[in-house]
Nanobody, 119 residues
Framework: QVQVVESGGGLVQPGGSLRLSCAVS????????VGWYRQAPGKQRELVAG???????NYTDSVKERFTISRDNAKNTVYLQMNSLKREDTAVYYC?????????????WGQGTQVTVSS
């Protein structure tokens, strides 16, 4: 049974940092691209960042130079380090996986973790 469990969300002031974690079990984690989507109220879910099995990364333009995605294959975990957070980063962040970054989401999704950027 596949399980995807996100953690690390919370309330942070603008300019602050958070680190999200996502533990995936029940799959051969090493062979998949994994990554993060987010959905803000009233908006469509969007891809934030992805990382391939080989470690290549892709980011949406609005988070480049601020967010860093990484993975630890020994722990079946993917991370999202978020720095210089802005109010517009407020959203529920979801973790998922797929054969490639562009096909992430074909696998299971986690329940999401709320990130709120507010003073």
């Amino acid at each position: 049974q596949v399980q995807v469990v996100e953690s690390g969300g919370g309330l942070v002031q603008p300019g602050g940092s958070l680190r999200l974690s996502c533990a995936v079990s029940g799959i051969f984690f090493n062979i998949y691209a994994v990554g993060w989507y987010r959905q803000a109220p009233g908006k469509q879910r969007e891809l934030v960042a992805g990382i391939t099995r080989h470690g290549s990364t892709n980011y949406t333009d609005s988070v480049k130079e601020r967010f860093t995605i990484s993975r630890d294959n020994a722990k079946n975990t993917v991370y999202l380090q978020m720095n210089s957070l802005k109010r517009e980063d407020t959203a529920v962040y979801y973790c998922t996986y797929g054969p490639t970054i562009s096909s992430m989401g074909r696998g299971s999704w986690g329940q999401g973790t709320q990130v709120t950027v507010s003073s």
